[in-house]
């Protein structure tokens, strides 16, 4: 069985300046979003805050971490198919 | 970005899943980009991500985007297949009810074979009204029209001859000539955020394909205060984790 899902990433040179970095692109890809109607997707605020938990953005060994999180046996999505397999 | 593909046991003696990364290519630009500059950067981004390991390319899907532009994605899949070999090509995802399933059967059994049978129909009930009333479909009747295109679409691949009469969409005695590489066709991945396009895509897809863009913790949530697994004697063999490339407009 496959769990496919879809997370935007962007690897910098630097973790402290990859935000910056994929910022004007994303917050222009999801203004659009917003304006087709999907309430959720508005940056407006803290860009950060609307990042965390949606993209995965960082150096080269940030983002190897996060996408790992999305194998450990512990994370929600390991969880949701054991629960249902019970 | 890496590959690891060493397997973990989640908790089931004999079971194990595998993390498999993908590439959805982006295809989303601002007013006054040359789209015809970036099509050879397109491809060395392809035969990069397949000589790095990328399991599968994904593309986006929409009309009436401006003023973003964004590629047709048919024409698309069928140009980078000569370039992905052996990779998974597919939408992710393509609105399927304002299009004919008849039509849609007819190039995703063409892109199967030009793939080798590594295609993937990823589907979307869509939710903009320009794109609706530009095809003259009614918005409110998206869902029977999702789940009978796809039952159509699934006994065109399968079968011969096709005598279908539904409340949309009507085959009379009539078959697609070009078969699926893969019997029974392309696996149909569901994609749906709504609590019932969850359960929808649990009950009649392959996979439910999670789109993390309204953040994974609440897509989360919402699959346990569901109890939503599409197999409920399964576990996940492959978590497919689809990269979306962030755009970088300066790069």
Known sequence: MEFPITVECYVGARHATAHEECRGPLEYKYAAYAAWGLQDRTTQGSFEDFARDRFIIGDKATVKEEIARYHEPSNAAAELGLRRSR | ?251
């Open chain 2, 1 to 251: 970005m890496y590959i690891d593909s060493s397997k973990i046991r989640i908790n089931q003696p004999g079971r194990a899943a595998r993390l498999i990364l993908c590439l959805e290519l982006h295809a989303q630009f601002p007013e006054g980009f040359n789209f015809a500059q970036r099509v050879p950067e397109m491809v060395a981004q392809v035969r990069a991500a397949r000589d790095a390991g990328f399991a599968s390319l994904w593309f986006p899907h929409h009309w009436l985007t401006h003023p973003m532009q964004m590629l047709q994605i048919t024409p698309v899949m069928g140009f980078i297949a000569a370039h992905a070999e052996g990779m998974t090509i597919g939408p992710n995802i393509l609105i399927l009810p304002p299009l004919n399933p008849v039509h849609v059967a007819e190039e995703a059994a063409t892109l199967d074979v030009l793939t080798g049978g590594n295609y993937v129909l990823g589907v979307g009930l869509g939710y903009r009204q320009p794109e609706f009333d530009a095809f003259g479909i009614s918005l409110s009747e998206r869902a029977p029209r999702f789940n009978e295109g796809i039952t159509l679409m699934r006994r065109l691949w399968s079968e011969g001859r096709v005598s279908h009469k539904g409340r949309f969409y009507t085959v009379n005695d009539a078959g697609i000539g070009v078969k699926p590489v893969r019997p029974g066709g392309p696996p149909i991945y569901v994609a749906g955020q709504a609590d019932v396009s969850v359960r929808r895509a649990a009950r009649i897809g392959d996979a439910w394909l999670i789109v993390s863009t309204s953040g994974l913790g609440k897509v989360m949530s919402r699959c346990r205060t569901q109890g939503i697994w599409p197999d409920p004697d399964g576990v996940p063999d492959h978590r497919r984790v689809l990269c979306r490339r962030a755009p970088c407009h300066g790069a």
